[in-house]
């Protein structure tokens, strides 16, 4: 897959190898303030490895996007279960941002997540990470309600969600 039109960089988009282990990792540390042991990647990894990609730009990983795949209550209505794919880590290295790249890695992931029979997206943001609020935005997710205090240092995080199955009308 490629960049942004008119941008000067391209990247592409490929499944997560146990080889980028180390540099996932990296781009989660330096990104984010919710880290994880290599334990926590390789078994996302093993798990769910369509929902786990990595976006590459002249042989250097700029980002990733990790997601599980899990069974409970809709994140629309106030009943129901349903199978959700859930984000729960994306990352673009700084100096890579604003390229395209974080929603290209998001669509990917909603792509895939049909075929582990996931009918809803979902995912924490922090309520302050304007950035990351917008692109759930663009890219048709919702906000579904805050969860007070829902991050290690008291922020309160926003539950987005989408419905990657459209609902049939009529008859
Ligand atoms: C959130 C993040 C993954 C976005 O990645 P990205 O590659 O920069 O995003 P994109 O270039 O695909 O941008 C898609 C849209 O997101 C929004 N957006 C991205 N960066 C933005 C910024 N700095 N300010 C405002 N809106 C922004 C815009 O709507 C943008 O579309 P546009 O460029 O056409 O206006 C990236 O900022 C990041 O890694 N942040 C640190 C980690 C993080 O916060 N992860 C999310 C945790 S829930």
């Known amino acids: 897959m490629a960049g942004k039109q008119g941008m000067q960089t391209t990247f592409t988009l490929r499944q997560f190898k146990p080889n980028d282990l180390e540099h996932v990792m990296n781009i989660n540390r330096i990104c984010l303030p919710e880290n994880y042991s290599p334990y926590f990647f390789m078994d996302l990894y093993e798990r769910f490895p369509q929902t786990f990609i990595v976006a590459e730009q002249e042989l250097e990983i700029v980002g990733y996007i990790m997601c599980r ?88 995080a926003y539950l987005m969600a989408k419905r990657l199955v459209e609902k049939k009308t009529g008859s």
């Open 69 to 156: 795949i899990e069974t409970g209550m809709t994140s629309f209505g106030l009943f129901g279960i349903s199978r959700k794919g859930h984000v729960v880590s994306i990352a673009v290295l700084p100096k890579h941002q604003r390229k395209g790249v974080g929603a290209a890695l998001m669509e990917n992931a909603m792509k895939n997540m049909p075929q582990y029979k996931a009918k809803e997206i979902y995912l924490e943001v922090r309520t302050s990470n304007t950035p990351a609020v917008n692109m759930y935005k663009k890219l048709g997710l919702q906000i579904i309600r805050r969860n007070r205090r829902y991050y290690a240092d008291g922020e309160d």
